[in-house]
């Protein structure tokens, strides 16, 4: 797939770096579904002019020629070379200026003709796992479906060496961590929710998984779970696992936002 980079300005001034696949066969004067890949975290980038930028690899065929749009966006806070203020501002942000970058961004896409804003897509993993949970529990109106993977549900139970970083101290700031984490806005789950976890991740514990079910499973919001018995953070370990996982994730994007021009 040919990638085009393009910049994007949100309502409140701020410009972002995008890069976005079209359908193969694209034709202008038909709307598509846009499936969004998001990581938003500090610790990365996801608008790189590199190699297989644009490939997803938890689909199984080509999302160009079953006709996806698939874009990813670098909002403020991600290592981009930006400058100071853009990297400072997301301290004590994470789950709150990120999120909002990305759904801004997101409305202005949304009103490109050619993309249809009723099969509207967000997958991630790691934090990109949690600001997929963000964006569908914070921007319902935007994200109708969305897969998210090895998620931080709840920023208290992550790395301190990382999350005090770029959080500060929950001493000191308790209400940051609660309004930066996926767990405090589950009860606005409208769309569609695949959630993915590896029960042995070492990194982002499975305590957050159960974390986040419990608090679905308290408001009653339906969703689709997936725990692997006893895989890492990558959910690579076990016969079959990489296929089994790859499949699921295909066939649920297919369902909920399906593809092709209309």
Partial sequence: PKEEFFKITTAEG???????????????????????????????????????????????GNMADDGYIYISLDNRGTPAPKGRKWRKSIYRKIGRINIK??????????????????????WGHSGGGAATLNLLFQYPEIYKTGISLAAISNQLTYDNIYQERYMGLPQENLEDFANGSPVTYAKNLQGNLLYIHGTGDDNVHYQNAEILVNA???????FQFMPYPNRTHGI?????????????????????CPPGGR
């Fill in 14 to 60: 701020v410009e972002m770096d995008g890069w976005m696949i079209k359908p193969t066969n694209f034709d202008a004067s038909k709307k598509y579904p846009v499936v969004f890949y998001v990581y938003t975290e500090p610790a990365g980038t996801t608008v790189n002019d590199t190699y297989g930028i644009g490939r997803n690899r938890n689909y199984i």
């Fill in 101 to 122: 970058d990305q759904a801004m961004a997101a409305k202005e896409i949304l009103k490109w003709d050619f993309v249809d804003p009723d099969r509207i897509a967000v």
């Fill in 216 to 222: 679905l499973i308290k408001h009653n919001k339906q």
């Fill in 236 to 256: 690579r370990e076990g016969e079959g696992t990489t296929l089994h996982l790859t499949t699921l994730f295909t066939n649920y994007l297919k369902a909920n």
